[in-house]
């Protein structure tokens, strides 16, 4: 059975669906589609439905990662079916953790990534900041591919 991976963000539009597409690509061009399944969502409902923020498919466009989305709120089937369940920042992650117990792997995203200056991935909503937002995606993401890998013999 592959390992299932879900990114979460507040609203489900700007840094959780980067980091989704983000992700399935480093994992699709390591091979690895049949091994992990990726997907993200939202502690909350406001953007159900919607397309990715307009700077995050810009930013994904500018760099080449295709992406297929519809934002979605986290519901407790999420808990029960993710082997990792990928937080952006901590109020994100304390939701999570709220909704009750689960066998995933819950942290940060930025605590993959070592060495980085930040530890979360700021909300680019209002500072329109998706390229600051993309590099701290990509760095946690290939941290993540790499402790993924390694801890389940990938």
């Known amino acids: 059975m592959p390992v299932h991976v879900i990114f979460v963000c507040m609203g489900n539009i700007c840094r959780?669906?980067?980091?989704?597409?983000?992700?399935h690509r480093m994992v699709q061009d390591a091979g690895l589609d049949a091994h992990i399944t990726v997907d993200s969502?939202?502690?909350?409902?406001?953007?159900?439905?919607?397309?990715?923020?307009?700077?995050?498919?810009?930013v994904l466009e500018q760099h080449a990662v295709p992406y297929h989305h519809q934002a979605r709120q986290i519901v407790r089937d999420d808990l029960l079916?993710?082997?990792?369940?990928?937080?952006?920042?901590?109020?994100?992650?304390?939701?999570?953790?709220?909704?009750g117990a689960t066998s995933a792997e819950v942290a940060l995203l930025m605590s993959y990534a070592p060495g980085a200056d930040a530890h979360?991935?700021?909300?680019?909503?209002?500072?329109?900041?998706?390229?600051?937002v993309y590099d701290l995606v990509l760095a946690g993401c290939t941290g993540l591919l790499a402790h993924i890998r390694q801890e389940e013999n990938l």
């Open 81 to 99: 079916r993710a082997d990792y369940l990928v937080a952006m920042d901590s109020d994100n992650l304390s939701e999570i953790r709220r909704m």
């Open 41 to 58: 969502c939202g502690t909350g409902g406001w953007h159900a439905g919607e397309q990715p923020h307009p700077g995050t498919r810009a």
């Open 16 to 23: 959780s669906p980067m980091a989704e597409a983000v992700f």
């Open 120 to 132: 979360e991935v700021p909300d680019p909503y209002y500072s329109n900041r998706f390229d600051e």
